[in-house]
């Protein structure tokens, strides 16, 4: 029996991620937004809500801003009555973390249009869902319940600079589509791709 | 770019690298690249006929980006990729590839470069990069060529292997291939033993159907990391639903009806159930108390089977149905019993045992006992004969957690006992059968000659097993024990001492006959060497090349394959489309034990034969049905690409 190791570390580190089954109810958080506004999940319940793990300086992001996908999602969730929340996890002195004056600005420049930009610099909102990446996506149904967590579309893994992003199978829009025609979410969890979410180390 | 030559011939592979130096602190990342960041990818732009393979990774390590957890090099690291060119390629030719990665520190910066490099015609010279691109080849993980296998208890995945000298590293860590296998960010828990292993990974916690259990295991000693690829085939949620249960309960109930009227067990019962016929034709309180007995001794033999198997597995031994027949040991035995049993229905003998009075034809008072053990000794004459029904219900309930096993057991049980319970509940379900007589005593003779066909069935297993001279030993022993037999029977003495004195020389020869039994495998015989022999290196080999193969798991106690070779595989038919097909035909024999395709089989779910695997030139295997045809196996060999 020799070379036996019983691993106790990390195990606390580890207590606060907490990974959310499917269907499932979206637990509740509440954050100040860029104008000074408490918002909380819960308000939202009877629509569609989409969080979107974001960091400015993330190249991932930066690319999918630059291509107009994250916008043009953002566009789709608007007209169908959506709430699009964006959330920022970095922790204070961490790269994307941003005053509310400069997340305005990144907004207006951007031509982004979530409902609310969403302050999270204690990270405990991130860590509430296990977000991982930026982007990280999550759709929540009317009833607060989980139906998409995952990546926003399938450019990930190898070759996401090459691959065009209008081409790609955008997985939110598609789960808003199928939510909106009653139908189960056929890809329900994919792997998230993009940096690190930028917690407090 | 680095190559390991700057001049090629038409024809020739090179090898090519693309280095990578980090600066202190930075990283970029292997191809799962872990919970964030994402692996290099290069894309090139080549003349039609010149080939690049995929990158071919080295080993990674470990890179906390706390909370959360990454995969991927620091310092410096290089990506292989190998170049084929073709017999027509023109060279001079330039190779230009695309490259883009990540390099991250706390942050991540995305980097992209157009890289060229001409190879001039000529013999293929080492280049000042060739050392360092064939040291980097040997860090390029391997597969794994030890027995493992992968099992999922609970939330977590334990891998259990076995390597000569793993004991010579300090520590392992399994980096998992692709999202959704495995926790990343917990810590794994390994012992290591001699030649074993096992390595303990918490399951991801998302829930997202992987068909593999695929990554790369690093060993570690001091400073030096050897890496080993691992691929296992998981048993997906979905084969269990197929097989659900309650299915398998059905099957496990009627096997054993089937049981029933296989040659090796069909004399013993008919036998025994004629003679409480004959006692009573209508239902007595007696001859139902001797039915529950018998289904008693049925069932609890059955149960201390599934106990055994269980045991056994847990003590890590990969067992399968058909299992104790691999042992010469166990199957001189049986032809020892069915010999004897043979002889018995042959003669009137009577020992005085349960087992010897299925020859007496009457009811007395140690038939309760009698009963009992008449059930144990139907399923230990049922065991060699695998009803096809059996097969998987019994592989399938040996991979099953240790309530279901026993449940399907005792569902083989109960359809075992069945029969002969109904009959002695009512005998007169029998009363189309002629008044007892003299016919009863010519069929109780008549049913010594399935036990003797079965008896030459076992000697032929044997005779696989063994060589020659090893089976005239166990002949030999099976005529010492009928001769002791015959002594007893012929001796009708009326005093008690005499009868125990010619006892005497039974109990000897019948010591001298276990004595003959070989113990142990003798070499096999030429006839077997021909044919190309299963190994896990020889299947991968192939599939490299692409061939098509046909794998066919195979033992000679197996009827059930030896059926399917006999009517289906060797025709002629079959074996004119396997070569004009060119379809490589391999051969896993099972008949002696062997760990390499116990662990085969496991990995396709198996614990038992027959099973048979057509590979097309890509992906996964086929698995063809367990009972063949002719012309489902033509239909199958026809459509394979």
């Known amino acids: 029996m020799k070379n036996f190791l019983l691993a106790i570390l990390f195990i606390f580190a580890q207590t606060s991620f907490a990974f959310i089954a499917m269907d499932s109810e979206a637990p509740n958080f509440e954050l100040t937004d860029t104008y000074g506004n408490k918002v909380s999940l819960e308000s939202f319940k009877g629509k569609k809500v989409v969080l979107e793990w974001t960091n400015h300086g993330c190249p991932f992001v930066a690319k999918h801003y630059k291509t107009k996908n994250m916008q043009s999602t953002q566009e789709l969730a608007k007209s169908e009555d959506v709430v699009w929340l964006s959330i920022i996890s970095s922790a204070p002195g961490t790269q994307g973390y941003v005053t509310n004056e400069e997340a305005n600005n990144l907004t207006t420049t951007r031509e982004a249009s979530p409902a609310h930009v969403l302050l999270d610099p204690t990270g405990k909102a991130g860590m509430l869902y296990n977000a991982k990446t930026t982007p990280h996506m999550y759709v929540i149904n009317e009833e607060g319940l989980l139906k998409y967590q995952g990546a926003i579309d399938d450019a990930g893994g190898r070759g996401f600079m090459f691959k065009d992003l209008q081409e790609a199978n955008n997985y939110v829009k598609k789960a808003i589509k199928e939510l909106n025609q009653g139908k189960r979410v056929s890809d329900p969890i994919t792997k998230p791709y993009g940096c690190s979410v930028k917690y407090a180390g | ?641």
């Open chain 2, 1 to 641: 770019m680095l190559t390991e030559s700057n001049s090629m011939k038409p024809g020739d592979e090179l090898l090519v690298g693309f280095k990578f130096t980090l600066n202190p602190g930075w990283h970029t990342y292997w191809e799962n690249p872990g919970d964030a960041g994402e692996g290099a990818s290069i894309k090139w732009n080549l003349p039609n006929d010149v080939k690049a393979s995929e990158i071919l990774w080295p080993g990674p390590e470990r890179i906390p980006v706390e909370p959360l957890m990454t995969f991927g090099y620091e310092d410096e690291v290089v990506l292989l990729t190998k170049i084929y060119t073709s017999e027509t390629t023109t060279i001079p030719v330039t190779l230009n590839a695309q490259v883009s990665w990540y390099t991250c520190k706390e942050i991540c910066i995305p980097q992209e470069a157009e890289v060229s490099i001409p190879i001039n015609l000529g013999n293929k010279t080492s280049s000042t990069s060739k050392d360092l691109l064939e040291q980097v080849l040997d860090q390029v993980p391997e597969q794994f060529n030890g027995t493992y296998r992968v099992q999922k208890l609970d939330d977590s995945y334990v891998l259990q292997g076995e390597l000569e000298n793993i004991d010579q590293y300090d520590s392992m860590y399994f980096f998992p291939k692709y999202y959704g296998l495995t926790n990343y960010s917990e810590n794994q828990l390994y012992e290591i033993n001699k030649d074993s292993f096992s390595l303990q990974i918490k399951a991801s916690e998302i829930e997202i159907e992987n068909k593999s259990f695929e990554g790369v295991v690093a060993l570690n000693k001091n400073e030096e990391i050897t890496f080993i690829e691992i691929d296992y085939p998981l048993v997906t949620n979905d084969t269990s639903q197929e097989f659900n249960i309650l299915t398998l309960i059905v099957f496990a109930f009627l096997g054993g009806l089937i049981l029933n009227v296989m040659p090796c067990v069909f004399p013993i019962l008919s036998i025994k159930i004629l003679r409480f016929v004959e006692q009573s034709r209508d239902s007595t309180y007696k001859t139902l108390q001797q039915g529950l007995l018998f289904s008693l001794g049925v069932i609890i033999s059955f149960l201390t089977i599934a106990a055994l198997l269980i045991a056994l597995k847990s003590g890590g031994e990969s067992i399968g149905w058909g299992y104790q027949l691999q042992s010469p040991v166990v199957v001189s035995l049986l032809f020892y019993l069915f010999v004897v049993l043979g002889f018995i229905f042959m003669s009137n003998i009577v020992l005085g045992s349960g087992l010897a009075r299925l020859s007496s034809i009457s009811l007395n008072k140690s038939d309760s006992l009698e009963s009992f053990l008449t059930g144990v000794l139907a399923v230990i004459v049922a065991s060699p004969c695998t009803a096809p029904f059996m097969g998987s219900a019994i592989g399938f309930a040996l991979l099953q957690p240790s309530f279901y096993s026993i449940l399907i057991f005792l569902g083989l049980g109960i359809g075992f006992s069945l029969p002969y319970l109904i009959l002695s509940a009512k005998p007169s379900l029998l009363s189309f059968l002629p008044k007892p007589g003299q016919w009863m005593e010519t069929f109780k003779q008549f049913m010594a000659f399935p036990m003797w066909a079965s008896a030459l069935w076992l000697l032929w297993v044997l005779s696989n097993q063994v060589n020659n001279q090893e089976v005239i030993q166990v002949l030999l022993g099976a005529l010492l024990i009928t001769t002791g037999l015959w002594l007893i029977e012929k001796n009708n003495s009326e005093r008690d001492w005499v009868r125990w004195l010619m006892r005497l020389p039974f109990l000897l020869l019948f010591i001298f006959s276990l004595w003959l039994i070989p113990t142990s495998y003798s070499d096999l015989d030429e006839s077997k060497q021909d044919q190309i022999a299963y190994t896990p290196q020889l299947l991968e080999d192939l599939r490299k090349e692409n061939s098509l193969v046909f794998l066919n798991f195979t033992a000679d106690w197996c009827i059930t394959c030896k059926v399917n070779e006999a009517v289906a595989l060797k025709t002629s038919k079959v074996r004119k489309l396997i070569s004009d097909k060119n379809i490589t035909y391999i051969e896993a024999d099972w008949t002696r034990k062997d760990p390499i395709i116990s662990s085969t089989l496991e990995q396709y779910g198996r614990t038992g034969l027959p099973l048979y695997l057509l590979f097309p030139s890509k992906g996964d295997p086929l698995i063809l049905p367990e009972i063949l045809t002719e012309d489902i196996l033509l239909s199958y060999l026809t459509e394979v690409q």
